[in-house]
């Protein structure tokens, strides 16, 4: 039970000790990704796989792909903070900050 987060976290760590002040882990560190800073994100690939062509990639060649191009086109329409700050109750924002929060869900 929950392999990939036990393999995960000493990677978070990692990167957390390696990279230190210029990483942001969102929603951790905060809802506002400082300028300058690199941000690491959760994301469901399945949100938006359906929404751009497969072409000849794998799934999981796929699930990248529309990562990638999702993330580029809403940040192209300026609406990448409108999921960087996503609407809640105002309690629910300290509960996601400390469990954590995917990336693209409203």
Do not use: C, N
């Amino acid at each position: 039970m929950a392999k990939s987060t036990h393999a995960g976290i000493p990677w978070l760590r990692y990167l957390r000790l390696r990279l230190g002040e210029r990483i942001h882990f969102w929603p951790f560190d905060g809802w506002e990704i400082p300028m300058g800073k690199s941000a690491l994100v959760e994301v469901y690939p399945s949100l938006w796989s359906k929404g751009f062509p497969r072409d000849d990639r794998t799934p999981d060649q796929q699930d990248a792909y529309a990562a990638a191009a999702w993330l580029r086109q809403t940040d192209l329409d300026d609406r990448l903070d409108d999921f960087l700050k996503p609407v809640m109750l105002p309690g629910e924002y300290p509960v996601a900050q400390v469990e954590g929060w995917i990336l693209g869900v409203a």
